[in-house]
Each structure stands twice: as structure tokens, then as C-alpha cells.
């Protein structure tokens, strides 16, 4: 699946070495070209030597997702879906042919507008000037399609209520829990940032793992920081500088005669109505309902 036109290529693999998926992905560029970046899962035959060497020889990115995190890899298994949805159609190429002809809601535009510059002819019945090249403006497809997907981020962070969590620090004392477990149980510490964002590499009881942001929680941090003392040299020539240590004041203890002496009881003068004669507001037994003090403007 490419991310800019949403192209999507279906290939027939009997297995998934990384010899095989070279192979392939070799055909893909002699057709296509070379992509800047391969953004994959951290399968095996991905994240093998073998396949870095690759990248490096053909010149590309190749970063993968975090483990048992597909999530972060949404557009590749948005492609899987539609393929799936492709494969059990009676006519597998028809129905790839037609989804590769049909223009995406995000951009406006078709795959095979986006990726080749023209439509193609499908069993649909369409006019000849339809089918001639035409180049789409780049920038106002690049701006439809950010709009979009900045739509789908706010809808999708308010249904789910999420948040940016703070970043972490080698040393950082966290616990590791993966989807589907219960409570956070597995300590461990962190290493360094993964090569992919919201990512760390995190040292376990079960050895060195690499989990998403979303996986860790952040228990503890060393404090790495020296105290620093007060330097007083620095006031030697300035006597008006010298910090001045304040006076504590000294408090009186009561006297047995103080604590004994009764206090008086002060009441204050009820506000006498102002221009006209309030009415006395009662309750079912009778009993007049007194406003309180502090209800009074006088007193506020």
C-alpha cells in the first residue's frame, strides 16, 4: 500500500523468508521505483540483517512498528482489509482493477490518477478525454489529504479520550503490559528510544524487548541532579547584598488566668429594613424562618 496514492499492489508469496520478500519488493521497485521509506511490522523478515542490508544497498529507510503494537502501522492493515475484501470476489483482477479506478475520499483523486497521472479503462463506460493523461495539482491533493487525516486524529482521540504521554529517559524505572493482560506487573528499565517514534528499547527479567509508549508506564526516575550549595563569595564587596537572615519572632505562651478568662459573646445588630417593611417568612408549624447574617448586603 503506498501512502501518498493509496495504490495497492496484491503479490502471491509461498513463504515469507527475507530472501522471498526481497525478491519481490525488487520487482516492485523495477516497476515503481525506490521508495524513501518502508514502513512494515516487526516481522522476522523484516527486521533481519538480511533485509537491512537491502535498504542500505537500495538506498531506502526501513523502520517497523513496535512489537504487538499493529496499531501504529494502521495504513498497512487498512491495505490488508481491502485485499482481503478483493479476494473473495469471483474476479480477483476485475475487482483490483476497479478499486485502483476508483477516486479516494481523502484526496479526490484515484489511485492510478495519483500514481501513474491518468485513469484507467475499466468496464465501466467512460468518454476517450477521460483516459488522457492529466497532472493533478500535488499541493491541493497533499492539503485535502492532511485536512482529512487531522480529522480522523480528533475524531478518533476524543471517542477514545487519548492523550500525549510524557516521553521517557534512559534509567527510567517503568512496568511493561501488553494488550490483553490484566494489571502491570513486569518491571524493567529503559535503555534508549527505538528507531520508530513512541518507541523504547527496555530491559526486562526476561531479557531486552522493545514495546510502545502506550505499553510502558512510567514508575520512578533517578534523580541525576547535584544539590548545589549557596556560593557567598560572590557578596564580599557588596555589603547591601549580604543576605540578611530574618529575626524569628517570638511567640507568648497564655497565661493559666488568660486561658481561664471567658470570652464574651458578640452579637451582631440585626439590618433593620431599608424604604419598606420585609415580610415574615414562616414554615408550616409556624415557626418564623430567621435569614442568616451573612445573607445580609451590610455584612457581605
Known sequence: MDYYSRYLEIIHMTSTTSEQVIGKLQNLFARWGIPEEIFSNNGPQFSSAEFQEFGRKY?????????????????????V???????????????????????IAAT?????????????????PTIAAKLEPRQPDLELVRAADKKVKGAYERSFNKRHGAKSLPELLPG??????????????????VLQAGTAPRSYIVQ???????????????????????????????????????????????????????????VENISLPMPEAQGKQTDVIRTRSGRAVKKPVRYYDEYC
Not at 63 to 75: A, D, F, I, K, R
Not at 84 to 102: C, E, G, H, N, P
Not at 174 to 188: F, R, S
Open 108 to 124: 479526490g483523486m484515484s489511485p492510478c490518477q495519483l500514481m501513474m497521472g491518468r485513469q484507467i479503462r475499466t468496464t465501466l
Open 172 to 189: 527510567d524505572n517503568v512496568q511493561v503490559k501488553l494488550d490483553g493482560e490484566k494489571g502491570w506487573k513486569t518491571p524493567a528499565r
Open 204 to 262: 526486562t527479567p526476561r531479557g531486552t524487548l522493545r514495546r510502545n509508549r502506550r505499553q510502558l508506564l512510567f514508575v520512578s526516575r533517578p534523580d541525576k541532579t547535584e544539590r548545589k550549595t549557596l556560593d557567598l563569595s560572590m557578596f564580599d564587596n557588596d555589603e547591601s547584598a549580604v543576605p540578611v537572615t530574618p529575626t524569628p519572632v517570638e511567640k507568648s505562651t497564655p497565661t493559666v488566668e488568660q486561658k481561664q478568662q471567658p
Open 59 to 79: 538506498r531506502f529507510r526501513c523502520t517497523t512498528s513496535s512489537p504487538h503494537y499493529p496499531q501504529s502501522n494502521g495504513e498497512a492493515e487498512s491495505g
Open 81 to 103: 482489509r481491502i485485499a482481503k475484501k478483493i479476494l473473495k470476489q469471483d474476479d480477483v483482477f476485475l475487482a483490483l482493477m476497479s478499486y485502483r479506478a476508483t477516486p
